[in-house]
């Protein structure tokens, strides 16, 4: 009877040992695979911020190189600027120069000639910078615009003096009309269209 | 007699029950302790990650900066021939300012 109750015990017991060992081995296979998905998860995740970082810095990295080749534009750009306005620079330097030559007689007269057919001829009053010491042949110019313009002209150098670095204002007697042929005023003027031919003699290629 | 024996039976099934409940606690503490683990695992890659990612970005920005440093410096060589050419140009663009200015 004693033997028979052994018997018994020793077959639940074992199988209570076996459902247990079932148990911890679920357990361990749950376990791998919650390790396991973590470890997928992760990898993942971590994928996701490595290319995301790395898409930042390329956008990030086109932006730098973009100012630095907009940067370099502005530096070339401002720097013919720079040359052409040391190319003014000079040049008014040099007209100051010019209005010492021999060659500025010539000048003057066309410019008094040019702003005499501008204004149409007529009664005329010729200002000249201060310190102007050219002989003027006034008559002959006057001349040169009636045969242009077919209007009497008369030229007359006006006592009031203006400042300048040289060329001249022509003005009707009434002073309706002025046409400013300074060389400032010239410059000025005709700036826009030297800079573009100025900068092509510069920057040829 | 029976009596006895049902209690006998009674006792080893209670024992029986006590191994299940034992394995089962013990099972709960593997999950348990596989998802502490997992949880570590995961801050570790994805720190790792982090760590990887902030180099690649220093890598692709320091890249940028050497080759716009070059693009300026290469920019600034050029300007130095620019300025070396356009200044043998100089005394034609002179001319041109007066001539024109002066109408002769």
Avoid: C, H
């Amino acid at each position: 009877m004693s033997t028979q109750v052994g018997k018994i015990e020793e077959i639940i017991i074992n199988e209570a040992k076996e459902k247990a060992e079932n148990i911890i081995v679920k357990a361990r296979e749950e376990a791998k695979k919650v390790l396991g998905k973590a470890e997928q998860e992760a990898k993942r995740e971590a994928e996701e911020i490595i290319s995301k970082k790395k898409t930042d810095a390329e956008a990030q990295a086109r932006r730098i190189l973009s100012e630095a080749k907009l940067e370099a534009r502005l530096k070339i750009l401002n720097a013919k600027e720079q040359l052409i306005s040391e190319a003014f620079d000079k040049a008014l330097e040099k007209l100051k120069e010019f209005s010492q030559s021999a060659q500025y007689k010539t000048a003057l007269e066309n410019l008094i000639k040019d702003a005499a057919i501008i204004i149409r001829g007529g009664d005329l009053e010729v200002l000249l910078p201060e310190n102007t010491n050219v002989d003027l042949d006034l008559s002959k110019i006057a001349k040169e615009v009636e045969e242009q313009t077919g209007v009497k002209t008369s030229l007359n150098i006006s006592k009031e003096r203006i400042r300048s670095i040289g060329g001249v204002i022509v003005r009707s007697k009434d002073r309706l009309l002025t046409v400013d042929n300074t060389f400032e005023a010239r410059l000025e003027r005709l700036r826009e269209q030297l800079r573009v031919n100025v900068a092509n003699l510069l920057f040829k290629t | 007699m029976a009596d006895k024996l049902l209690e006998l039976i009674s006792d080893v099934e209670t024992k029986a029950n006590e191994i299940i409940s034992e394995a089962e606690k013990k099972a709960e503490e593997i999950i348990n302790q596989a998802k502490k683990e997992a949880e570590k695992i995961k801050e570790k890659i994805l720190k790792d990650a982090e760590i990887e990612a902030e180099k690649i970005w220093k890598d692709i920005l320091a890249r940028a900066e050497v080759e716009a440093k070059k693009i300026i410096e290469e920019v600034e060589k050029d300007i130095e021939k620019l300025r070396v050419e356009a200044r043998k140009q100089f005394d034609g663009a002179i001319k041109l300012i007066i001539d024109t200015v002066t109408g002769v």
